[in-house]
């Protein structure tokens, strides 16, 4: 699917994601089935499909959101009382978009697309913006942090105390993002060799981070979109 022929749809349908209503309600349905048997999803999806209830290059988009959720309830399975979202990161714009967070509401996301919109990704910019500035983990009290000061009454709305950030690269070294890593409880903050054992487990994803980074790269290379969610 990643190597298929609609890379140029599934990049515009990232740029296009906050005004998707239609992919943010799938979105809600699909998961909470990504723990189930991928038949599950995938008939979710195709009935979809016939029924006209999502378009064809909202079907890839959607498939393409399943496997980068899978991502992330892997790493889920292995800390107890961690909620994963994935990042991609756009350098040429400076952007950042929601890759996948299957165990947080969809809506969470909304306020990335506010950062880029206002221009104010800095290293100074949560505990992501840090880590890819810096290039490094970091690790962050949400209530007392003044990296989330113009950010954290949004997230603390929904639960949120404590974030690392773990930046991940492709094979080239290129940034490629962050997993996030939210807690529920402040101070929250992961080991070592958590961290170590997170990293581990990116790099079993490398295939399609590189993949989707070499797109998302060639596009806004080439300014054919504006990736801005």
């Not at 890759?99 to 990335?112: C, K, L, M, Q």
């Not at 974030?163 to 290129?174: D, E, I, L």
């Not at 590189?210 to 290379?221: A, F, P």
Request: charge should be negative.
């Amino acid at each position: 699917m990643l190597n298929g022929p609609n890379h140029k749809i599934i990049v515009e349908s990232l740029r296009e994601y906050n005004l998707k209503k239609n992919i943010k309600e799938q979105l809600k349905i699909i998961n909470p089935l990504l723990g189930q048997k991928e038949t599950d999803v995938k008939d979710h999806l195709m009935n979809a499909l016939v029924n006209g209830v999502i378009t064809r290059s909202e079907f890839d988009f959607l498939e393409i959101k399943m496997e980068l959720g899978r991502m992330c309830l892997e790493l889920e399975e292995v800390l107890d009382g961690i909620y994963v979202t994935l990042l991609f990161y756009d350098r040429e714009r400076n952007n950042v978009f929601h890759g996948a967070g299957p165990s947080i509401a969809v809506e969470f996301f909304d306020f990335f697309g506010v950062i880029n919109e206002q221009g104010i990704l800095d290293e100074n910019c949560a505990s992501c913006g840090k880590a890819i500035f810096t290039k490094e983990v970091v690790q962050t009290d949400i209530g007392t942090s003044t990296l989330w000061t113009n950010f954290k009454d949004g997230v603390i709305e929904y639960g949120f105390k404590s974030c690392t950030s773990v930046p991940f690269f492709t094979n080239t070294g290129r940034l490629a993002g962050t997993f996030a890593h939210y807690s529920k409880r402040s101070n929250n903050l992961l080991t070592q060799d958590e961290v170590e054992m997170i990293q581990e487990k990116i790099s079993m994803f490398s295939f399609e981070i590189q993949t989707i980074s070499d797109r998302i790269h060639e596009y806004t290379q080439a300014g054919s979109v504006s990736l801005t969610i």
